[in-house]
């Protein structure tokens, strides 16, 4: 087969739809322009595509001031279709991630890897009292993300190796670990022998204002990673290392005990 070069303004203008996809509230173009780097000008050419194709449309929202935003129309859902293996999997821990809402008061996230991102398949997140929300089918950066840094840390070492190729191809911070591979090396080490992950502190600041951090784990057996599971939590209320002591054996337990029902639905089918 052929080998051709991508279409960057392809590339470009899926950027900019998977940008205002991750939000319910609208984005403006300087929300979009921080999360993908591209040229204002560009990223405006991009979404009067999108929206003569129907896949967003312009909207206003309040914040300090009135002013244009972009929001998604009911037309996306047509691109995932045929992609139903987070609703599988929401299916079998949706009950467990309930109750451990409720065990330990903080929400949380399960989710998938999908070649270059996390996909949140299910979320005990509510309106209050955290000030977003992360609904399923949000896509999680992988190397600032404890999601995405659990999952790496412990999958097969030719899918690790596969990411890490696709992700320094990718001009965008979020993946400028993957350009630097002693540091990535030492950090998924530290993943592995601490046993979790961590936010980055930078994605922290950038995209939360670093109001909110978090701790995750893999969701695997001896044999089988299936995923990864965080905490989200308030740094006000808790320290990284409060968050640890008193955080991480539940956080490890329930993932234990999703990581079973998993395996024994995919030795059932």
């Known amino acids: 087969m052929a080998s051709y070069r991508p279409v960057t303004a392809a590339l470009r203008v899926l950027d900019v739809l998977a940008s205002v996809s991750q939000t319910t509230e609208g984005a403006t173009v300087g929300d979009i ?7 204002k000008a560009t990223i405006v050419r991009m979404l009067t595509t999108l929206a003569h194709a129907g896949y967003v ?10 002013r244009i935003a972009y929001r998604a129309t009911g ?10 293996r ?17 065990q330990i008061a ?8 999908d070649r270059d991102a996390m996909i949140v398949v299910d979320t005990s997140r509510q309106a209050e009292p955290m000030q977003f929300r992360r609904v399923p089918g949000f896509r999680a950066a992988v190397l600032v993300t404890s999601l995405g840094l659990a999952y790496l840390a412990h999958c097969p070492e ?9 992700a320094a191809q990718d001009p965008n911070p979020v993946n400028d670990l993957a350009r630097q591979p002693d540091a990535l090396h030492r950090k ?7 046993g979790y992950a961590t936010m980055d502190e930078m994605y922290s600041r950038e995209n939360y204002h670093s109001q909110f951090f978090s701790i995750g784990v893999p969701i695997m057996t001896e044999t089988r990673i299936f995923g990864s599971l965080n905490i989200i939590y308030l740094r006000s209320a808790l320290s990284p290392d409060e968050a640890r002591d008193s955080l991480l054996k539940p956080l490890q337990t329930v993932a234990r005990k999703m990581a079973t029902r998993l395996a024994e639905h995919s030795h059932n089918k």
């Open 188 to 194: 998924l080490e530290q993943v592995r022998r601490q």
């Open 86 to 102: 987070h609703t599988a999997i929401s299916a079998i821990v949706s009950q467990d991630l309930q109750e451990f809402r409720q």
């Open 106 to 113: 903080w929400p949380s996230d399960v989710a998938i890897f």
């Open 75 to 84: 037309k996306t859902l047509q691109l995932s279709a045929g992609y139903d």
């Open 33 to 39: 322009h921080r999360k993908t780097k591209l040229d």
């Open 57 to 66: 449309v312009r909207d206003y929202i309040v914040r300090e001031d009135e």
């Open 158 to 166: 030719t899918e690790r190796a596969e990411y890490i190729a696709l």
